[in-house]
């Protein structure tokens, strides 16, 4: 059987880079989008009375309440902390997964920073209609809760997504991820801790925080031989 010529083959190599730089730069662009659209958000609802999508949302408070509190337990930082640690074990065991595990956790770090600084600045008080017992301290927009739920699981979904892993496998993980995901916003509103639009806002920044970082991710990788 003829080998391909070298004429095609030099050409082929040369357009991967090209393919590559397009897939940054899209990532980049994701990135950005998602950021404009929080910042656009946040703007219309900061120091404003409940929009209209927020008032129709508010039904959802008040319903299954205990599962909304193991899910909103289950976002919370210190969890991810014993997951960090964990993929850090992994990392250093298995060293062909330690860049992509170091860049996951700078991605948390900076979405929850980002995340506070930004209820800061947009300076948006929290529901009134709080559950028992659910009341926080801190602002409203964004959620912290689907900020990091996005930024940390996002991330990784996205690595799995690119993975050497079955189809239906990495169908299923963006199912779960997807569900997940969801799941937290819903524990917000249930317990009334956020308005509908904050859990969107969360969405945003943390598909911002999780685009930027898998573009990091991609720039640090090392070319195939």
């Not at 956020?194 to 598909?207: E, K, R, W």
Request: hydrophobic residues 55%.
């Amino acid at each position: 059987m003829p080998r391909r010529s070298g004429p095609d083959h030099v050409s082929h190599l040369q357009n991967l880079p090209l393919e590559e730089s397009g897939r940054i730069r899209d990532r980049l662009w994701f990135s950005a989008y998602y950021a404009i659209a929080f910042v656009i958000l946040g703007v219309i609802v900061a120091r404003r009375d409940p929009s209209v999508i927020d008032v129709a949302a508010r039904p959802f408070t008040g319903h299954g309440v205990p599962i909304a509190r193991l899910l909103t337990d289950a976002g919370l930082f210190p969890v991810y902390a014993g997951l960090s640690v964990i993929l850090l074990i992994v990392g250093f065991i298995e060293r062909r997964w330690l860049r992509s595990i170091l860049v996951s956790i700078v991605a948390l770090l900076a979405a929850w920073q980002i995340s506070d600084a930004c209820k800061v600045l947009f300076h948006r008080a929290r529901p009134t209609y709080f559950v028992p017992g659910a009341h926080e301290a801190s602002l409203s927009y964004p959620s912290g809760h689907t900020t990091l739920a996005i930024a940390f699981y996002g991330f990784w979904t996205a690595i799995a997504w690119e993975s050497t892993l079955p189809i239906a496998a990495k169908r299923w993980i963006r199912i779960a991820f997807a569900v997940w995901v969801l799941a937290i916003g819903w524990s917000r509103l249930a317990l009334g801790a956020h308005y509908l639009t904050d859990i969107v806002g969360g969405y945003l920044l943390g598909a911002a925080v999780a685009s930027a970082a898998i573009l990091v991710n991609r720039m640090l990788s090392e070319p195939e031989a």
